[in-house]
T-cell receptor, first 116, second 113 residues
């Protein structure tokens, strides 16, 4: 299957600081990537759709000024959690799908964010 | 409310037993995927089904897509401890934009030796 790499896998930051998470598709080009948040023992919650070369599309209830998404190339999307607070602590996962045909999402390894 | 209703939420079985996980919706899906996720990792794709009535087998795992493309099931035969994990169904509705996956709530499967 396709490889999607997410970095870092774990990060601890102080309240009020910003954290950047990278998502790379290693062996295919992804015009669209997706960012999810997952709480313990729960399913994935879609936060936003990242579109290469254009603005991200955010799901209802997700603050676009808090969760900044940049999809500057066909293989890289970044999620920046700005002015992080303890309630932003969570597991963040990205996915990318090959263009064309039916959707098969390939997920990154996830990033465990802890805000202290 | 989840667009994909997944059941059961939790399954604990002994090694060698069989299990089935269900995924149901009132919406029609153009394709449906099953993933398995282990703690602290991203979901890993197991299978994609696209045709109504389709049955796919992956060793001890059998996946079925309903005729109307609204439901799916995952059956594991002779479960092993290595099958332990969170199983997620996900799909793209025919009315959604490309790539926008809807996820079920997940089924936590625990297989004890």
């Amino acid at each position: 299957g396709a490889v999607v790499s997410q970095h870092p896998s774990r990060v601890i930051c102080k309240s009020g600081t910003s954290v950047k998470i990278e998502c790379r598709s290693l062996d295919f080009q992804a015009t669209t990537m997706f960012w999810y948040r997952q709480f313990p023992k729960q399913s994935l919650m879609l936060m936003a759709t990242s579109n290469e070369g254009s603005k991200a599309t955010y799901e209802q209830g997700v603050e676009k000024d808090k969760f900044l998404i940049n999809h500057a190339s066909l293989t890289l999307s970044t999620l920046t959690v700005t002015s992080a607070h303890p309630e932003d602590s969570s597991f963040y996962i990205c996915s990318a799908s090959r263009q064309g045909g039916f959707t098969e999402a390939f997920f990154g390894q996830g990033t465990r964010l802890t805000v202290v | 409310t989840q667009l994909l209703e997944q059941s059961p939420q939790f399954l604990s079985i002994q090694e060698g037993e069989n299990l089935t996980v269900y995924c149901n919706s009132s919406s029609v899906f153009s394709s449906l995927q099953w993933y398995r996720q282990e703690p602290g990792e991203g979901p890993v794709l197991l299978v994609t089904v696209v045709t109504g009535g389709e049955v796919k087998k992956l060793k001890r795992l059998t996946f079925q897509f309903g005729d109307a493309r609204k439901d799916s099931s995952l059956h594991i035969t002779a479960a092993q401890p290595g099958d332990t994990g969170l199983y997620l169904c996900a799909g793209v509705r025919t009315t959604d934009s490309w790539g926008k996956l809807q996820f079920g709530a997940g089924t936590q499967v625990v297989v004890t030796p």
